[in-house]
């Protein structure tokens, strides 16, 4: 099968992939990348390099095509991953703040987490939150 996506890196594109892998200070995927460019640039099949770098053709085939269709940064590179969206902005880190500042209930020396965190849900619109969310937002302000 012809290939549709041909790597052909230049002399420094090569220099600067040894380099990368060869350091060491990069994330895995990273160089798994960069090893890929280069083994593609050597004229290996797919099959070969997915059994050298135990990874999958399809991780191959899209890293060819990215270097293909933009250049050695688009394929090694990575959109940036958003992940979860935090429960605490910063105006619920605000509202935490201030309560723990404030005097504690009637009845009570101190604020504890768990009265924290049953303020924080009552005063705000979060259906719920951890007691760790809120020792990690008040460690961070102290």
Known sequence: MAKTYIVELTKAEKTDLVKLTQKGQHNARKIKRANILLLADMEKTDEEIAATLHTS???????????????????????????????????????LTTIAQSVPPDGRRRWTLKLLTDRLVTLTKLESISYESVRLVLKKIT
């Open 57 to 95: 053709i399809p991780t191959i085939v899209r890293t060819r095509q990215k270097f293909v269709a933009g250049n050695l940064e688009f394929a090694l590179g990575e959109k940036t991953r958003s992940g979860r969206v935090p429960k605490l902005n910063n105006k619920v880190e605000a509202i």
